[in-house]
């Protein structure tokens, strides 16, 4: 699918609290089920054909559970990666006829990767490309089971509520399914070097150490994210359908992902920064500093010096711009404004900067670049 199918061209709506999770991480063991045997290795769980209705038609909730875990389990596969440290595992699944897909911090770093498919067993397996700012990666596995499809995404993003479930390997354990419903859209998730991957999903389906890369689905299996993260007791993250959409097919043409870069080091527009810089909008995002050379120096100003004021207990920061649109699309948020730049540029735009600076309302011209490699 193109990517302008994932247009961001609309008003974004306020974005949920940014918050930070521990990565749901890899597990240490080897795929096991309860239906592991001494004459092979564990397989996935066995499913029951769907159940019907009173009518005998309709499809009741536990059998649309069952019909899209028959779907799409075969198209995922755990993952064994050996590093300096040991041993660790994930998931992976199939992105088209060549290539799965899976986090960056699975198998990032690892000096040998392993695959587990239904019906083929392990299998030696190479890392293609990785993106740390996306935590997504692309792993080759020449020898799949012939009959298993790729996992389709979805063409839009499904509204909060929408049932899903994650399949996947929690703490080893294969071919496990979880369920929920999409709890949240356009979070933030932390990356590398004080960066951040937006529009992450929320879900309250269980997600574990071992599920990382693996895929969570709606109900026609069809792809909304990649999980990512847990951060607690039915709360977990996925990177998005419309990120994957963005980053996968240049991370295998190209082997790496350029991703827009400001050069700014911003804060939300709250009561404390409303007052302290007499402010005229209830929402946006503050510029607190530019990064020297960044495609944002002469374009944007941050804060004036050491000049701060003391509001509620807290210094802030007076004199820098105050963002509140680019190119016609409102910025109520940093989450919005992250979602802007991941889904609607590429570096070398140009694009208009909407900014409140000095109490007056200009627009500037600000062209993106890329962003520096991580270090």
Not at 228 to 251: E, K, T, Y
Request: proline content about 6%; charged content about 20%.
């Amino acid at each position: 699918m193109g990517s302008d199918q994932w247009s961001r061209r609309r008003l974004l709506g306020a974005a949920g609290t940014s918050l930070a999770a521990g990565l749901a991480g890899c597990s240490l063991d080897a795929p096991t089920s309860s239906d592991a045997t001494d004459d092979g290795p564990a397989r996935y769980e066995t499913y029951t054909a769907p159940e019907r209705g009173s009518d005998g038609d309709t499809p009741t909730a536990q059998s649309a559970y069952s019909s899209v875990y028959k779907q799409v389990a075969d198209s995922v596969a755990a993952v064994r990666v050996e590093t300096t440290n040991g041993t660790a595992s994930g998931t992976a699944w199939l992105y088209d006829e060549d290539f799965l897909v899976t986090n960056e911090h699975v198998v990032g770093g690892s000096e040998a990767v392993s695959v587990w498919f239904e019906g083929v067993g392990w299998q030696e397996a190479t890392t293609l490309a990785t993106d740390v700012y996306s935590d997504l990666a692309v792993v080759e596995a020449p020898n799949r089971p012939d009959d298993i499809e790729p996992i389709p995404l979805v063409a839009s993003e499904p509204p909060v509520g929408t049932e899903v479930v994650a399949i996947g390997n929690p703490f080893g354990l294969s071919g496990s399914l979880s369920a929920g419903i999409i709890s949240g859209q356009d979070r933030t998730l932390p990356a590398a070097n004080g960066f951040s991957i937006p529009d992450a999903v929320q879900t309250d389906a269980a997600v574990n150490p071992g599920n990382s890369g693996g895929p969570l689905v709606n109900l026609d299996g069809e792809l909304v994210g990649v999980v990512n993260a847990g951060g607690g007791d039915n709360i977990g993250f996925a990177i998005s359908a419309a990120m994957v959409d963005r980053v996968v097919p240049s991370l295998v043409r190209d082997g790496s992902y350029d991703h827009s870069y400001m050069g700014v080091n911003i804060a939300p527009v709250t009561p404390p920064v409303i007052e302290a810089n007499d402010l005229d909008v209830s929402w946006g995002v503050y510029i607190d500093n530019v990064v020297d050379g960044s495609p944002s120096a002469g374009v944007l100003e941050g804060s004036t010096g050491s000049e701060t004021i003391v509001v509620d207990n807290r210094r802030i920061g007076t004199g820098g711009d105050v963002v509140y649109r680019m190119d016609g699309v409102d910025i109520p948020t940093q989450q919005a404004l992250s979602t802007f730049l991941a889904l609607e540029t590429r570096p070398g735009d140009t694009i208009d900067v909407e900014v409140i600076r000095d109490g007056r309302r200009e627009i500037v011209e600000l062209t993106l670049g890329s962003r520096p490699a991580p270090r």
